[in-house]
């Protein structure tokens, strides 16, 4: 549906919660050569740069900053390529663990979220920092 209303130049970045944390729904976003930032629960798999197993087995504690885990694959249908980006703040109930697929760098839109860089340029994790409504900015990692 989404396809059918947005002009052929325009790539939307799709923003999800868990319960769409599926790699079919990933899969057919990015064929359509779309991005997304998906937000995943501690039970599924991954095969990234700096970790391969569940993200529960990450151990992410409470005060964790932004960390970024890098590229890799999800679940057991290796789907990807996914970026791996978690946060557990201090004051959350629970540790964050987003995918991605969208590089070190891009555009911030729409320009109204809390605390963007003043360059409109910001990185996924920064982006990350702004979901769970802080406004400090965090250094890209």
């Not at 970024?68 to 004051?91: C, H, I, K, N, S």
């Amino acid at each position: 549906m989404l396809e059918r209303i947005c002009p052929r130049n325009v790539r939307p970045l799709l923003i999800a919660d868990r319960a769409f944390g599926h790699p079919r729904w990933l899969g057919e976003i990015q064929k359509r050569g779309w991005d997304f930032v998906q937000r995943l629960s501690h039970i599924h798999q991954v095969c990234v740069e700096r970790h391969m197993g569940t993200l529960k087995e990450l151990g992410i504690r409470r005060g964790w900053r932004v960390r970024d885990w890098g590229w890799g694959t999800m679940d057991e249908q290796q789907f990807g390529p996914v970026r791996l980006v978690t946060v557990f703040e201090r004051d959350a109930d629970e540790a964050w663990y987003l995918v991605t697929s969208l590089g070190q760098n891009w555009k911030l839109l729409p320009p109204t979220l809390p605390g963007p860089p003043q360059t409109g340029v910001c990185s996924i994790t920064s982006f990350a920092h702004l979901k769970l409504g802080s406004t400090e900015r965090i250094p890209s990692v």
